[in-house]
């Protein structure tokens, strides 16, 4: 290795560790300072857009658990429930935002690898690809991913075969995956961003994860499906968003004593995400895979309230959400 090389190796260091250092202080303002995320506050407005907010249960108005973190022009996914490239198609279109366009859908943080949060993988693979993207999906997510991407590719094999080899004008790149296997801790950076994975207990699940997003416009924490977990709260402290699945307690008291045990051990209440949240200091909550088992919106929301004053947003397929430095979000639309 050159001197040269040397020294752009160190510098590289450099940077990482002092990304690392300050998103373990929470300091916003220190990776700015330090050039780490490119661009200032609002520069490249951040948003949270919900692409699927439901649950296995084949609620029509809800397809399967997606959203996006979106810096500037850059979409960040995080899970790829049923329906994830039509839904991100649709909200490129209501909301103008050209990252959500299928052939730039090319980057995904998988919490983990129940089938609801999976099923539109090989759509996120294969669609896009066919609509025009050329660099391969990158895929994140716990031990296994590899191996669900490796099937899923097998699985297609043929109709991989055909369009590259066939009639039909395609490039030879795009169908491919790069998978990362994800840690506890700093999992992917750029220029917009930096990703952090946490985790969480889901049951008998060996690996689940959370996300925390540092942006320029603040932090963007996903819980990701987990059973209550404290620790959250100093994950999330101070984080502008907090999108966090809950259930509804009333509706939990009239389920069967088998499924209370396992939604016990799985996900979270409503009354706990607003303990979760207040302790966190977060700014707003957004409600996703939301279980109601009879009960209303409305009640999970005031479960919510009864612990935490900030905003309570009850997620739809759709919602957009603009980030605001140490304000509660807004929908996009909204005078800052």
């Known amino acids: 290795m050159t001197d040269a090389a040397r020294g752009r190796a160190a510098g590289r260091l450099s940077a990482s560790d002092a990304l690392e250092r300050a998103i373990r ?30 649950t296995p249960n084949a609620e029509p108005e809800r397809s399967g658990p997606a959203l996006a973190v979106v810096v500037g022009d850059r979409a960040y996914l995080v899970d790829a429930g049923p329906g994830i490239v039509r839904r991100a198609a649709a909200a490129a ?15 995904v943080f998988l919490t983990h690898l129940h089938s609801d949060h999976t099923t539109g993988l090989a759509d996120l693979i294969l669609a ?19 191996r669900m991407t490796r099937h899923l590719l097998a699985a297609y094999r043929d109709d991989i075969r055909v369009r590259l080899d066939g009639l039909e004008p395609a490039n030879r790149t795009g169908w491919k995956v790069v998978t990362t296997t994800v840690r506890p801790g700093l999992a992917f950076r750029d220029d917009r961003v930096a990703v952090e994975a ?17 942006t320029p416009d603040g932090r963007v924490v ?3 499906d987990t059973a209550p977990f404290d620790g959250l709260a100093e994950l999330a402290r101070g984080a502008e968003v907090l999108i966090h699945e809950a259930y509804a307690s009333a509706g939990f008291a009239r389920r069967d004593p088998a499924w209370q045990r396992y939604h016990a051990a799985y996900h979270t209440s409503g009354t706990k995400v607003g303990e979760i949240a207040a302790a966190a200091g977060v700014r707003t909550v957004v409600l996703v ?48």
Do not use: M
Request: glycine share 14%.
């Open 25 to 54: 202080k929470g300091a916003i303002a220190a990776i700015l300072a330090a050039g780490l995320l490119a661009g200032s506050p609002s520069a490249a407005a951040t948003h949270v857009v919900l692409l699927g907010t439901g």
């Open 289 to 336: 895979h939301q279980l109601l088992w009879g009960a209303s919106e409305q009640e999970l929301v005031a479960e919510v309230r009864s612990g935490f004053a900030g905003e309570v947003i009850y997620g739809r397929d759709l919602d957009a959400l603009e980030v605001r430095p140490g304000r509660a979000a807004v929908p996009p639309s909204a005078d800052r």
């Open 93 to 107: 279109e209501r909301h103008d935002i050209t990252g959500l366009e299928a052939a730039n859908l090319g980057r």
């Open 222 to 224: 996903c819980s990701g």
């Open 198 to 214: 946490f985790r969480v207990p889901h049951g008998e699940l060996r690996e689940s994860y959370g996300y925390r997003f540092t």
């Open 128 to 146: 896009p690809w066919v609509l025009g993207r050329t660099a391969p999906l990158e895929v994140f997510g716990p031990s296994g991913t590899d």
